[in-house]
Each structure stands twice: as structure tokens, then as C-alpha cells.
């Protein structure tokens, strides 16, 4: 028996086929995602992403000698990139990326009209150019044309089983990035249609993530290669679905889901829609299992931070994992020493994060001498990237008084033996590496395995261990708390002088 996962990430598109009851991955097609760019501007080209993901199906289904033995398609996606649909259904462009930082103005409008406070106690989570109501209101500003032949609209992966089913729906855990949601109801808020004249029936429906919502068209089907009784399940949110490889426990564990972006996942039985949370612009959802909730933040740069250093600084990305190898060699044996003479870097080359999340923010190198090499620089790249995520993963504690017991990791960082040691010593907690081949792809059909009864439980992925150093933890806060955190709240008075000329 097989199942498909397909993960529609900012970068790139995996479609995977997985082989039960391991999970084991049998074959891959993967492909950059398709964007186009105008200067800071930039848009998915869903078309020519639907046609890459009609490709990996029809090669996938060589792979098998009777497609009727892959039993499922399950789609997982970046959140809050929003597809516009008319009446023959065909794309309302622009599909603005979900970064692309146009819908400000309408970030702030939402603020205005419905109330920061109430806006939080209605969503749990904080007007935001990323989500999708800001970039609706902005192409009905700018697109009016286009926006009156909307008929529906959809996200990323909802697009894609529309495409594959005919059906229109979203999964829950997306329709709660979305900024239209009511936490409280689990239904799209009636106040949100209705403070900003939206009309209900454009809405997707939601369903549960990882049922069989729907069949394969028997079009498509034939198009393809598989059977008609194949059936189509939304995953959801990318980050949710890769934390199914983890199978991560409710309130002691903490998801950090690593690739462009960076998120930091804590499961909860109740939503928190109450105003410390909102101070600090941390994300409720709606998980994609067990009824959870889900508290989230996001660093939109991780991953990011080492391309921009690789494009920089090195020639190629085999240099970086080299020159990453011998700095976590040297930083075994002399971890005092490139602690003493850590550069700080503040890693907000996109903007930041929670709990200080700011658009607007920049990122920041300082302590460069005449002798500083691109291995120091490195360095402390890494060890920035770890104290923002020290910063977001206090707020956590401080916020709902939950101790965490552990940190499970997946995506690019799992093959980082540095980064996930400098992960435990500067977070100081144990740090589980799952260095699963394609988290996300795998967790989505997984879920939808389970939801759909092909097996009865997740199964076990092995992990590797990092344990914290007293001793480095010990000088990491110190520097943390001397160096980082006031250079920290001094760019941050920069950067609101800044947005204030904007």
C-alpha cells in the first residue's frame, strides 16, 4: 500500500510517494516554486505549480505496478497565500506570496476598524501583511476588475485538491492563518465578513485535516496514471503536518520546524486570546490532530539567513556544510573561545518575528574586526539564529507558565550538527533531531493515513539527541543578556524611527 504527500512550500514543491506501514520514501519529484518577482513584489505562479504537481503524479504513478495500491493524495502547503478563482474557474491573478509585504496598509486598516485587541480575541493572531484577509482587501483596492469576477478563493494546498477533485475546501488548520477565523466557533467569523462586506459564499469550506474529503476526477485520474478511487485530504499548514513525524505531546514539547523560514510549534488544549499574548504577536491555530490547538511563532528567516550568507560569502552550498563541519569539530574542543568572540548577528533580514514582530526590522552584524573571518561570520549567524529563537521560546514559558521538557527539530537543520548543538546550549534544553526525509510531505500522509484508518498509530521515527553544556549555556546567557538582548531593544528603537518615515 502507498500513499502520495505533497508539500508546496515557499521554495520549492515535493511531491513524494511513501510506502506503508514504514513511511519508507519511494520516489521523489521536486521542483523549484514557480514566483515571479517585480523589485519586493512577488506572486506564486499557480498554474505552472499545478502543472509541476500533475507531472510528479503521472511519474509517481510508474513507480507502482497497480496504482490502485496508492490509496491517497494528501496536500500540505505554506500558509496564508490565498488562490482567486471566477466563475469557469480559472486564477484571479495576482496569488501574492504570502511574505510579500504589499498589504501593509490593509494590515493596518484591519487594526483600525476592528480593534487590535478584538481583532485577537476573535482569530488569535495579529493583522499581519502575511495573512489572507490583508492581501483580499488589497487586490479588491487595487484589482477591483479582477476582484468583482470572484466567485472563490481558496489556500495553497485547497487550490491543488480542487484542481484534483473538483471540491473546494481548506483545511481548518489553514482557515485559522487566514485572519478570518473564529477561534472560539472553529467557523469563518460572521463580525470579520461582515465588518469588511465580504461575501460568505466565496468562502471555501473547511474540513478536517487529513480526511477523505473528496475522490480523484475521473479525468485526472486518467490523465495521471491512478485510479479514481484514489482519495484527496488536506494535510494543511506545512510546519503542523511536519510535527506529525514527531508525534509531539501537548504542553511539554516544543515543534522547532527549521527550512526559508523557521517556526517554533507548542500544543494546547484551549486557544489563549487574551491581550500579553497579543502584546506579543503570538499565533493561536487550529492543529491539524486531536482537536488541539496550537500556539506559533515564526522567524522569517532561518534558512533564509544562510543563503543570504552563502550567496555573500561563499561559492557554493557544499563550502557552507564544509566550513559548518570544521567549526562544530573546533567548537567541541574550544567552544569557550568562539563564545568569547562571538560577533552578534540579529537575524532579521525579512523583517522580525514574535514576540517583537515588526516588518520593518533589519537585520544587524556587529563586532567586525580587521582579523574577522567568514568562518567567525558564520558562526554567528548561527548562534543569532539561536538567540532569537531563546527569545520566542522564553515568551512561551513566561506567557503560560509551562515548563518544556524537550525540543524536537525537522527540516534543513536536522544534517546541522552545529546548529542543533548550539540549539541545546543556548536554549538550554534537550534538543531531538528528526532527520526524517521529507518532514512535511511524510507527515501529511501520515495524518491522512491515520485519519483515514490505514494504520492505527504513528509510526516511531528515530532521532538523534543533543543534550545542553552547563558550562556553554552559562556563557551564552551572559552574552545573551550583556550583548544580545540590549543591542537588540536599541535596534528596535531604530527601526520604529525608520517606519515612521516610510
Not at 520593518?360 to 567586525?368: D, E
Not at 536554549?427 to 483515514?452: D, H, M, P, W, Y
Amino acid at each position: 500500500m502507498y500513499v502520495i504527500g505533497i508539500d508546496i512550500g515557499t521554495t520549492n514543491v515535493k511531491v513524494c510517494l511513501f510506502q506503508l506501514p514504514n513511511f519508507e520514501l519511494v520516489e521523489m519529484y521536486r521542483f523549484f516554486t514557480p514566483t515571479k518577482w517585480n523589485e519586493k513584489e512577488s506572486e506564486f505562479e499557480m498554474d505552472k505549480i499545478w502543472e509541476g504537481v500533475k507531472e510528479g503524479l503521472h511519474l509517481l504513478s510508474k513507480k507502482v505496478e497497480n496504482p490502485e495500491e496508492i490509496k491517497t493524495i494528501s496536500i500540505a502547503s505554506a500558509a496564508q497565500t490565498i488562490v482567486l478563482l471566477d466563475e469557469q474557474d480559472k486564477i484571479l491573478e495576482p496569488i501574492i506570496t504570502w511574505y510579500d509585504p504589499r498589504s501593509k496598509s490593509e494590515a493596518r486598516l484591519v487594526n483600525d476598524i476592528v480593534g487590535r485587541e478584538a481583532l485577537y480575541s476573535i482569530t488569535g493572531i495579529v493583522s499581519h501583511s502575511n495573512h489572507s484577509l490583508t492581501k483580499l482587501l488589497w487586490i479588491r483596492e487595487h484589482f477591483p476588475n479582477q476582484y468583482a469576477k470572484l466567485k472563490k478563493w481558496t489556500c495553497l494546498s485547497g487550490f491543488v485538491a480542487f484542481k484534483l477533485s473538483g471540491i473546494y475546501a481548506t483545511d481548518v488548520s489553514l482557515a485559522s492563518r487566514t485572519l478570518l477565523m473564529d477561534m472560539s466557533t472553529r467557523k469563518w467569523s460572521k463580525k470579520l465578513i461582515e465588518e469588511f462586506d465580504l461575501e460568505i459564499q466565496t468562502f471555501p469550506t473547511v474540513v478536517e485535516s487529513g480526511t477523505a474529503h473528496s475522490l480523484l476526477k475521473d479525468t485526472i485520474a486518467r490523465e495521471i496514471g491512478l485510479s479514481p478511487n484514489t482519495t484527496i485530504s488536506i494535510a494543511g499548514h506545512d510546519h503542523m503536518a511536519g510535527s506529525i513525524c514527531t508525534n509531539l505531546d501537548v504542553d511539554k514539547e516544543l515543534l522547532n520546524s527549521t527550512g526559508t523560514t523557521e517556526g517554533l510549534l507548542l500544543l494546547k488544549k484551549e486557544p489563549y486570546l487574551n491581550s500579553d499574548f497579543q502584546e506579543y504577536a503570538i499565533s493561536n491555530g487550529l492543529y491539524v490532530k486531536d482537536n488541539l490547538f496550537s500556539l506559533y511563532g515564526s522567524m522569517p528567516t532561518a534558512g533564509y539567513s544562510l543563503n543570504w550568507f552563502t550567496k555573500n560569502f561563499l561559492s557554493s552550498f557544499d563550502e557552507l556544510k564544509q566550513l559548518s563541519d570544521a567549526l562544530y569539530e573546533n567548537y567541541q574542543k574550544n567552544s569557550k573561545e568562539l563564545i568569547e568572540n562571538l560577533l552578534v548577528f540579529i537575524p532579521h533580514l525579512r523583517g522580525s518575528g514574535p514576540p517583537y514582530r515588526d516588518s520593518h526590522s533589519k537585520g544587524l552584524l556587529y563586532g567586525l574586526q580587521d582579523h574577522t573571518e567568514k568562518k567567525d561570520i558564520l558562526f554567528s549567524v548561527f548562534a543569532g539564529l539561536c538567540f532569537e529563537l531563546r527569545t520566542l521560546k522564553d515568551a512561551y514559558i513566561n506567557l503560560t507558565g509551562q515548563a518544556i521538557e524537550s525540543m524536537k527539530v525537522i527540516g534543513p537543520a536536522t544534517s546541522n550538527s552545529l546548529w542543533l548543538q548550539l540549539k541545546a546550549d543556548i536554549l538550554n534544553c534537550e534538543v531531538l533531531s528528526f532527520r526524517t526525509v521529507e518532514a512535511v510531505s511524510r507527515g501529511g500522509a501520515i495524518l491522512a493515513a491515520l485519519k483515514q484508518g490505514f494504520i492505527e498509530q504513528i509510526p516511531v521515527n528515530l532521532f538523534e539527541k543533543y543534550l545542553p553544556s552547563q558550562e556553554n549555556f552559562n556563557l551564552y546567557d551572559e552574552y545573551f543578556n550583556r550583548m544580545y538582548t540590549p543591542l537588540s531593544k536599541i535596534k528596535r528603537e531604530f527601526d520604529l524611527y525608520k517606519s515612521m518615515e516610510i
